[in-house]
């Protein structure tokens, strides 16, 4: 082979290679060129997905396009701001926040919601669930939604409360009274006691009455009655009483168990009892003597004729309202408290009195009636009224009711 062929040969070989090259670069440059051409037309924006944010740069011409090549899934109940409808433009800002369905427990009642919000409280003002101070809200309204987005609300309602008498409106969300107590920290002591069940239910308007009971001892002196013995005595007219000897009062102590409900006392039970000074008894004679009628006060005896003699000279004085009456009224047995038989002495003057004005068996004058004797007594003659004992029923009614003066004796 010629040298002059193989210089030839050589040159061709080069030229092939520098055209190779010269084609590659100019591939290269036209890749080069559209690539950045093709980056140019890009959009800068920012992407908020579920609270965290990206820039991102997209040829997509709506927000629906650019959130489906950022293999989004968009549903019903999402939040998309702006729409995916909305053009991309450069600088926009597209907010993408997730749906998720929440269980809500009203009390007995159930629901469920749709939200894209975070906390408790977002779900349920999209449900449109309102609640107030009172209510028990599980989580709290601003705790994060949980995995398991469930919420349970118990609304409160209004049950009155009695502690040891004071009453007072309280909002509960306790079903038992038990645990309305434990919520609200009241504490029973051992002899305390609540009027119903301690698990008995509540509702609204129940009220839960808490008693306090308190048992307490004092010692108190008292004094102690003395005892009151009659003896008869033949040598008393009969109806007058004396006494012998006088009554005196003892003392006892007591040991008192006292039991209060709500600060008022409800029992007392004597403990223990000590007498410290023993009482004197009152001893009084009663008169068992008869008196005995006669016709005339100069004879033996406490009768006393009808003579009208002048008032005594001595005596007590005063005046009285006198009606008169017979052996023979309405009622009457015809035998004097003092036993005088009026009906077999219709001519004794004899008066009825108040013993405790005068004293039965008393001699007595009286104004228009003469000497007497108080040997009766009567269911209306009472204080400074007499009864005047006549034969007959005309003197009676003739004698009718007057002022008079009388003295006492005897």
């Given at each position: 082979m010629s040298k002059w062929f193989m210089e030839n040969l050589f040159f061709q070989s080069l030229r092939s290679k520098q055209i190779a090259v010269t084609v590659v670069s100019l591939t290269l440059f036209v890749a080069i060129t559209t690539l950045v051409l093709y980056e140019g037309t890009q959009k800068s924006v920012t992407l908020q997905v579920n609270g965290e944010e990206q820039e991102i740069k997209t040829h997509a011409h709506t927000v629906g396009t650019l959130l489906s090549d950022q293999d989004i899934e968009v549903t019903e109940h999402d939040l998309v701001t702006p729409s995916v409808n909305t053009s991309i433009e450069d600088g926009l800002s597209i907010?993408?926040?997730?749906?998720?369905?929440?269980?809500?427990?009203?009390?007995?009642?159930?629901?469920?919601?749709?939200?894209?919000?975070?906390?408790v409280a977002d779900a349920l003002a999209e449900a449109d669930i309102v609640v107030t101070e009172n209510d028990n809200v599980s989580p709290g309204l601003q705790e994060r939604l949980a995995?398991?987005?469930?919420?349970?609300?118990?609304?409160?309602?209004?049950?009155?409360?009695?502690?040891?008498?004071?009453?007072?409106?309280?909002?509960?969300?306790?079903?038992?009274v038990a645990d309305f107590l434990k919520r609200e920290n009241i504490q029973l002591n051992a002899d305390d006691r609540l009027n119903g069940k301690a698990d008995g239910y509540l509702k609204p308007g129940s009220v839960v009455e808490?008693?306090?009971?308190?048992?307490?001892?004092?010692?108190?002196?008292?004094?102690?009655?003395?005892?009151?013995?009659?003896?008869?005595?033949?040598s008393l007219l009969k109806g007058r009483e004396k006494v012998v000897q006088e009554g005196k009062k003892g003392t006892v102590s007591r040991e008192f168990e006292i039991v209060?409900?709500?600060?008022k006392e409800v029992s007392r039970k004597v403990l223990v009892e000590k007498v410290i000074a023993e009482p004197q008894k009152k001893i009084v004679a009663v008169g068992s003597k008869l008196m005995v009628a006669s016709a005339s006060s100069k004879k033996s005896g406490v009768g006393v004729s009808r003579s009208n003699s002048n008032a005594p000279s001595g005596g007590k004085e005063f005046y009285v309202t006198?009606?008169?009456?017979?052996?023979?009224?309405?009622?009457?047995?015809?035998?004097?408290?003092?036993?005088?038989?009026?009906?077999?002495?219709?001519?004794?003057?004899?008066?009825?009195?108040?013993?405790?004005?005068?004293?039965?068996?008393?001699?007595?004058?009286?104004e228009g009636y003469g000497y007497a004797v108080a040997g009766d007594t009567g269911g209306a003659i009472k204080g400074m009224k007499i009864d005047l004992h006549v034969p007959t029923k005309n003197e009676a009614y003739k004698f009718g009711r007057r002022q008079v003066k009388m003295k006492i004796i005897d």
């Open positions: 907010r993408w926040e997730q749906s998720k369905q929440v269980a809500i427990q009203v009390d007995q009642e159930s629901t469920s919601v749709w939200t894209t919000g975070s906390t995995k398991d987005n469930k919420i349970t609300v118990q609304k409160a309602f209004e049950i009155t409360l009695s502690d040891g008498g004071a009453q007072k409106k309280v909002w509960s969300t306790s079903t038992t808490v008693v306090r009971v308190e048992k307490v001892t004092d010692v108190v002196e008292e004094p102690a009655n003395f005892a009151v013995e009659t003896r008869s005595d033949p209060k409900e709500n600060g006198a009606t008169a009456y017979t052996a023979y009224c309405n009622g009457c047995s015809g035998v004097t408290k003092t036993g005088i038989n009026l009906r077999s002495n219709p001519d004794l003057k004899v008066i009825a009195v108040d013993p405790s004005v005068i004293p039965l068996g008393s001699k007595v004058w009286v």
